[in-house]
Protein backbone atom coordinates (compact mmCIF):
# COMPACT_ATOMS: atom_id res chain seq x y z
CA UNK A 1 0.00 0.00 0.00
CA UNK A 2 0.97 3.49 -0.68
CA UNK A 3 -1.42 5.81 -0.18
CA UNK A 4 -4.29 5.48 2.07
CA UNK A 5 -7.33 8.39 2.12
CA UNK A 6 -11.02 9.11 2.62
CA UNK A 7 -13.40 11.49 0.46
CA UNK A 8 -17.13 12.88 1.48
CA UNK A 9 -19.76 11.48 -0.95
CA UNK A 10 -20.57 15.24 -1.53
CA UNK A 11 -20.14 16.90 -4.95
CA UNK A 12 -19.13 20.20 -5.89
CA UNK A 13 -16.22 19.74 -3.40
CA UNK A 14 -12.25 20.13 -3.09
CA UNK A 15 -13.05 16.64 -0.70
CA UNK A 16 -16.18 15.07 -2.35
CA UNK A 17 -16.88 12.78 -5.14
CA UNK A 18 -14.14 12.55 -8.03
CA UNK A 19 -15.91 13.91 -11.46
CA UNK A 20 -13.12 12.51 -13.94
CA UNK A 21 -10.24 11.36 -14.55
CA UNK A 22 -7.54 13.78 -12.82
CA UNK A 23 -9.71 13.41 -9.61
CA UNK A 24 -9.49 9.59 -9.35
CA UNK A 25 -5.94 10.02 -10.21
CA UNK A 26 -5.47 12.58 -7.68
CA UNK A 27 -7.24 10.40 -5.31
CA UNK A 28 -4.94 7.77 -5.72
CA UNK A 29 -2.10 9.55 -4.88
CA UNK A 30 -3.62 11.27 -2.13
CA UNK A 31 -4.04 14.35 -3.58
CA UNK A 32 -6.96 16.41 -3.00
CA UNK A 33 -9.41 17.67 -6.02
CA UNK A 34 -8.09 21.17 -5.89
CA UNK A 35 -4.74 19.83 -6.52
CA UNK A 36 -3.31 20.47 -2.72
CA UNK A 37 -1.53 17.48 -1.20
CA UNK A 38 -3.12 15.13 2.46
CA UNK A 39 -1.39 17.24 4.93
CA UNK A 40 -1.14 15.44 8.74
CA UNK A 41 -3.28 15.83 10.94
CA UNK A 42 -6.79 17.47 11.46
CA UNK A 43 -8.95 16.94 8.63
CA UNK A 44 -6.19 16.24 6.35
CA UNK A 45 -6.03 19.46 4.49
CA UNK A 46 -4.69 21.81 7.40
CA UNK A 47 -7.43 22.62 9.35
CA UNK A 48 -8.73 20.72 12.75
CA UNK A 49 -6.80 19.52 15.76
CA UNK A 50 -3.05 18.82 15.18
CA UNK A 51 -3.21 19.97 11.32
CA UNK A 52 -0.07 20.83 9.89
CA UNK A 53 1.27 21.93 6.22
CA UNK A 54 3.12 18.69 6.03
CA UNK A 55 2.16 16.31 2.79
CA UNK A 56 1.44 12.67 3.61
CA UNK A 57 0.08 9.77 1.50
CA UNK A 58 -1.44 7.70 4.47
CA UNK A 59 -4.33 9.19 6.76
CA UNK A 60 -5.19 8.34 9.91
CA UNK A 61 -2.39 6.04 11.27
CA UNK A 62 -2.20 6.38 15.09
CA UNK A 63 1.20 6.26 16.08
CA UNK A 64 2.57 4.04 13.64
CA UNK A 65 3.82 6.58 10.85
CA UNK A 66 7.33 6.97 12.02
CA UNK A 67 7.80 10.12 10.42
CA UNK A 68 5.31 11.59 12.69
CA UNK A 69 5.65 11.81 16.55
CA UNK A 70 1.89 12.82 16.52
CA UNK A 71 -0.54 10.45 16.83
CA UNK A 72 -3.52 10.93 14.46
CA UNK A 73 -6.87 9.42 14.44
CA UNK A 74 -10.06 10.12 13.45
CA UNK A 75 -11.11 10.05 17.06
CA UNK A 76 -8.94 13.33 17.51
CA UNK A 77 -8.92 14.94 14.38
CA UNK A 78 -11.88 17.24 14.75
CA UNK A 79 -13.78 15.63 11.20
CA UNK A 80 -18.01 14.96 11.70
CA UNK A 81 -19.03 12.08 11.01
CA UNK A 82 -20.40 11.90 7.41
CA UNK A 83 -20.89 9.36 4.67
CA UNK A 84 -17.35 8.83 4.44
CA UNK A 85 -15.44 6.79 1.38
CA UNK A 86 -11.83 5.35 1.32
CA UNK A 87 -9.42 4.76 -1.01
CA UNK A 88 -6.27 2.24 -0.54
CA UNK A 89 -3.74 2.37 -3.30
CA UNK A 90 -0.82 0.85 -4.65
CA UNK A 91 1.74 2.30 -6.91
CA UNK A 92 2.53 3.39 -9.45
CA UNK A 93 4.50 0.95 -11.47
CA UNK A 94 6.78 0.57 -14.04
CA UNK A 95 5.64 -2.67 -16.50
CA UNK A 96 8.29 -3.35 -19.24
CA UNK A 97 6.63 -5.63 -22.40
CA UNK A 98 5.60 -8.82 -21.66
CA UNK A 99 5.92 -8.28 -17.91
CA UNK A 100 3.65 -9.66 -15.28
CA UNK A 101 3.02 -8.60 -11.82
CA UNK A 102 1.25 -10.38 -9.63
CA UNK A 103 -0.89 -8.58 -6.43
CA UNK A 104 -2.53 -9.92 -3.56
CA UNK A 105 -4.75 -7.59 -1.48
CA UNK A 106 -6.90 -7.79 1.49
CA UNK A 107 -9.39 -5.76 2.98
CA UNK A 108 -9.95 -6.58 6.86
CA UNK A 109 -12.92 -6.14 8.74
CA UNK A 110 -13.79 -6.43 12.75
CA UNK A 111 -15.96 -4.94 15.28
CA UNK A 112 -16.46 -5.82 19.08
CA UNK A 113 -20.06 -6.70 20.91
CA UNK A 114 -18.61 -3.45 22.87
CA UNK A 115 -20.87 -0.51 22.69
CA UNK A 116 -20.38 3.07 22.96
CA UNK A 117 -16.45 3.02 22.03
CA UNK A 118 -15.38 2.32 18.70
CA UNK A 119 -11.51 1.73 19.85
CA UNK A 120 -12.34 -1.80 20.99
CA UNK A 121 -13.13 -2.57 17.12
CA UNK A 122 -9.77 -1.41 16.56
CA UNK A 123 -7.70 -4.13 19.00
CA UNK A 124 -10.12 -6.51 16.87
CA UNK A 125 -9.10 -5.31 13.79
CA UNK A 126 -5.59 -5.43 14.24
CA UNK A 127 -6.14 -9.48 15.71
CA UNK A 128 -7.37 -9.96 12.56
CA UNK A 129 -4.97 -8.42 10.33
CA UNK A 130 -2.63 -9.96 12.44
CA UNK A 131 -4.16 -13.64 11.08
CA UNK A 132 -4.24 -12.10 7.54
CA UNK A 133 -0.71 -11.34 7.67
CA UNK A 134 0.15 -14.54 8.68
CA UNK A 135 -2.14 -16.65 6.23
CA UNK A 136 -0.24 -15.13 3.57
CA UNK A 137 3.65 -15.42 5.11
CA UNK A 138 2.50 -19.38 5.33
CA UNK A 139 1.78 -18.93 1.18
CA UNK A 140 -2.31 -19.53 1.72
CA UNK A 141 -2.09 -22.76 3.90
CA UNK A 142 -4.52 -23.18 6.45
CA UNK A 143 -2.99 -25.94 8.10
CA UNK A 144 -0.64 -23.08 9.83
CA UNK A 145 -2.87 -20.85 11.09
CA UNK A 146 -6.68 -20.96 13.11
CA UNK A 147 -9.22 -17.96 12.62
CA UNK A 148 -9.89 -18.68 8.68
CA UNK A 149 -12.21 -21.37 7.60
CA UNK A 150 -11.06 -23.03 4.37
CA UNK A 151 -13.67 -22.99 1.43
CA UNK A 152 -13.46 -25.89 -0.84
CA UNK A 153 -13.89 -26.09 -4.66
CA UNK A 154 -16.90 -26.67 -5.97
CA UNK A 155 -15.91 -28.77 -9.17
CA UNK A 156 -17.56 -29.98 -12.03
CA UNK A 157 -19.28 -26.19 -13.63
CA UNK A 158 -19.06 -26.20 -16.98
CA UNK A 159 -19.93 -22.74 -18.35
CA UNK A 160 -19.77 -21.86 -21.89
CA UNK A 161 -19.34 -20.39 -24.34
CA UNK A 162 -17.42 -17.92 -22.44
CA UNK A 163 -17.01 -14.67 -23.37
CA UNK A 164 -20.72 -15.01 -25.10
CA UNK A 165 -22.25 -12.44 -27.44
CA UNK A 166 -25.97 -13.18 -26.53
CA UNK A 167 -26.29 -15.98 -23.42
CA UNK A 168 -23.77 -18.71 -21.81
CA UNK A 169 -25.09 -21.95 -20.17
CA UNK A 170 -24.12 -23.14 -16.70
CA UNK A 171 -23.79 -26.74 -16.43
CA UNK A 172 -24.24 -28.60 -13.22
CA UNK A 173 -24.78 -32.32 -13.84
CA UNK A 174 -20.85 -33.39 -12.81
CA UNK A 175 -21.44 -30.88 -9.46
CA UNK A 176 -22.97 -33.42 -6.98
CA UNK A 177 -24.90 -30.15 -5.49
CA UNK A 178 -27.87 -30.41 -3.71
CA UNK A 179 -29.03 -27.07 -3.63
CA UNK A 180 -26.55 -23.72 -3.91
CA UNK A 181 -27.13 -20.28 -3.79
CA UNK A 182 -26.24 -18.63 -7.42
CA UNK A 183 -24.82 -15.30 -7.56
CA UNK A 184 -23.79 -12.67 -10.32
CA UNK A 185 -21.59 -9.76 -9.59
CA UNK A 186 -20.37 -6.94 -11.69
CA UNK A 187 -16.37 -6.20 -11.31
CA UNK A 188 -17.13 -3.49 -8.40
CA UNK A 189 -19.19 -5.79 -6.17
CA UNK A 190 -22.80 -4.67 -7.57
CA UNK A 191 -25.17 -8.09 -7.22
CA UNK A 192 -27.48 -8.36 -9.74
CA UNK A 193 -28.61 -11.39 -9.51
CA UNK A 194 -29.32 -13.91 -6.57
CA UNK A 195 -30.96 -16.95 -7.12
CA UNK A 196 -31.32 -20.31 -5.34
CA UNK A 197 -30.77 -24.14 -7.24
CA UNK A 198 -31.96 -27.46 -5.50
CA UNK A 199 -30.86 -29.50 -7.85
CA UNK A 200 -33.70 -28.57 -10.81
CA UNK A 201 -32.48 -27.65 -13.43
CA UNK A 202 -29.06 -28.83 -14.06
CA UNK A 203 -28.38 -26.51 -16.57
CA UNK A 204 -28.83 -21.97 -16.18
CA UNK A 205 -28.85 -19.58 -18.84
CA UNK A 206 -27.82 -16.56 -18.34
CA UNK A 207 -27.08 -13.47 -20.15
CA UNK A 208 -30.65 -12.32 -21.88
CA UNK A 209 -30.75 -8.97 -20.03
CA UNK A 210 -26.72 -8.60 -19.16
CA UNK A 211 -25.33 -5.30 -20.16
CA UNK A 212 -21.99 -6.14 -22.54
CA UNK A 213 -18.88 -6.22 -19.40
CA UNK A 214 -17.22 -8.39 -17.10
CA UNK A 215 -19.13 -10.49 -14.28
CA UNK A 216 -18.45 -12.58 -11.66
CA UNK A 217 -20.50 -15.62 -11.16
CA UNK A 218 -20.09 -17.72 -8.26
CA UNK A 219 -22.18 -20.74 -7.21
CA UNK A 220 -21.99 -21.96 -2.63
CA UNK A 221 -23.09 -24.64 -1.13
CA UNK A 222 -22.23 -24.63 2.87
CA UNK A 223 -18.35 -24.40 2.55
CA UNK A 224 -18.01 -25.25 -0.86
CA UNK A 225 -17.49 -22.24 -3.69
CA UNK A 226 -17.32 -22.11 -7.01
CA UNK A 227 -16.25 -18.46 -8.82
CA UNK A 228 -15.53 -17.60 -12.65
CA UNK A 229 -15.33 -14.58 -14.28
CA UNK A 230 -17.76 -14.21 -17.22
CA UNK A 231 -17.24 -11.91 -20.67
CA UNK A 232 -20.47 -10.70 -22.03
CA UNK A 233 -19.52 -8.75 -25.83
CA UNK A 234 -21.34 -5.99 -27.71
Given at each position: ???????????N?????P??????????????????????G???????????????????????????????????????????????????????????????N??????????????????????????????????????????????????G??????????????H???????????????????????????????????????????????????????????????
Amino acid sequence: MSSFMYYNNVNNSPTGNPANTLDYYNYLKSIWIDGTPVTYGGNGKGSGPGATTTPTTFMYPNNTNPLFPTPWTMGNSGIQANDMRFIVSSGPFTMQPGEVCYMTNAVVWARTSVSGNPLPSVTELQAASDVVQLFFDSCFKFSAISGIEKQDKISGVKISPNPFKTNCTIHLEQTNLKSAEISLHTLTGKLISLSKYNQVPDVINLGDDLKAGVYIISIQEGNRIYAEKIIKLE
